[in-house]
């Protein structure tokens, strides 16, 4: 897995990557209410605002880590937000993307760095 400075996890499955929030990121929002996700086959570019996550502190925003076409979300998500305070780093992923460049994988954090990141 790879890490955001933004404290998203990334999951590469060939060319498809698995985007989701850390358990830090979890814990720092306290219980998720509410995920709104994108449509599949939305084409982003890195930075875009693709996820809203409400939380009972505050809403954020999920940017694309990189850019991509969206082709799975993760329904279950919308269905049940608390899943995210669960398992935030498997089950709880918020969207899967086809990767336009996957060189652009090459600038994230491993988990040491990340860990030492978050410190």
Do not use: C
């Given at each position: 897995m790879?890490?955001?400075?933004?404290?998203?996890?990334?999951?590469t499955?060939?060319?498809?990557?698995?985007?989701?929030?850390?358990?830090?990121?979890?814990?720092?929002?306290?219980d998720?209410?509410?995920?709104?996700l994108?449509?599949?086959?939305t084409?982003?570019?890195?930075?875009?605002?693709?996820?809203?996550?409400?939380?009972?502190?505050?809403?954020?925003?999920?940017?694309?880590?990189?850019?991509?076409?969206?082709?799975?979300?993760?329904?279950?998500?919308?269905?049940?937000?608390?899943?995210?305070?669960?398992?935030?780093?498997?089950?709880?992923?918020?969207?899967?993307?086809?990767?336009?460049?996957?060189?652009?994988?090459?600038?994230?954090?491993?988990?040491?760095?990340?860990?030492?990141?978050?410190g």
């Amino acid at each position: 897995m790879k890490y955001t400075e933004e404290h998203e996890w990334l999951r590469t499955d060939g060319d498809i990557v698995v985007v989701g929030i850390t358990e830090h990121a979890a814990e720092q929002l306290g219980d998720v209410v509410f995920v709104e996700l994108p449509e599949p086959g939305t084409q982003v570019t890195k930075d875009d605002e693709v996820v809203v996550i409400e939380s009972v502190k505050a809403a954020s925003d999920i940017l694309a880590p990189v850019d991509g076409e969206i082709v799975e979300v993760n329904e279950a998500l919308a269905e049940d937000p608390g899943k995210v305070n669960e398992d935030a780093e498997g089950n709880a992923w918020f969207f899967k993307m086809k990767l336009d460049d996957p060189s652009q994988m090459d600038e994230f954090m491993d988990e040491a760095a990340y860990k030492k990141f978050i410190g």
